[in-house]
């Protein structure tokens, strides 16, 4: 649930990527089970993309993934992941991170890139995006999904935490204090500068997580339709319904930049 919207917002994406076909071009996935599947089946790359949630629902779709991740654990969490999924021929788990990605895989090499939850953690995030953008092939679109600085500042407030807020509020990197595990947060400017200084075209911006983390968990616990608002589907909706609304993204969780590089 607390995805969604990032999913669908990257599914369309990729709908929209104009590939010709090429020789080893092999359906996979759904497609190849004769499910309707992407008339192309798209090189995607996923820089630290972690244990595999979205890599291998990717797959799942007839698309070629492959994750890049420093974390030996997390790579071995994906490959069970997708041997499980019947989806190991169409995902790739490489050792390596943003910084030398080009060590493991060729520029402009890829339709699409992720980068979900990693800008936060790496030593230069504009660097980073220069990187992703570098494997892009023109046409390409690259996602990029990064902490929110505003939601950190009203998380901390809710919580009692104030002064801890008001560091959120005033620290260059988002940080609520030393012991804050997340070493960087960004405003939606300057997640869209850095995107855009990397050579990217940014095409939408949207809130992830807007309301899945005020809303109790208890009050998601009702069967679909039976309670007021605050069950699953109607949470779905919500947060669907307000993920590009600029008030309301505003204090999204994370902030998702969709972007991508122009044809020549
Ligand atoms: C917060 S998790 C996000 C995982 C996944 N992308 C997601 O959205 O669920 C951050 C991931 O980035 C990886 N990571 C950390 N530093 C990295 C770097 N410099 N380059 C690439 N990945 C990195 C971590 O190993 C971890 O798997």
Redesign the pocket.
Known sequence: MR?AVLWGVVRSALETIKREPAAGDVRSGRAAAGEPGPPVPLDIV??????G??AVALAGLGHRITV????PD?LAALERRATEAGASDSVRAVQ????T?FDVLEPGSCDAV?????L????DPAE?CRSARGLLRPGGIASF?AANRTAVVLARALGGHVAEALAALHDPRGRFGAHDPVPRRFGEQALRDLVEQAGLTVHAVHGVRIFADLVPAAAIDVPVGSGPAANVADLLSLEAAASALPEFRAMATQLHVLAGLDEA
């Open positions: 995805t996923d820089v630290g993309g972690g244990t949630g979205f890049i991740d420093p974390s997390a390596g991170d943003l910084g990605v992720l980068c979900h939850g990693v936060e953690y790496v030593e980073g999904l």
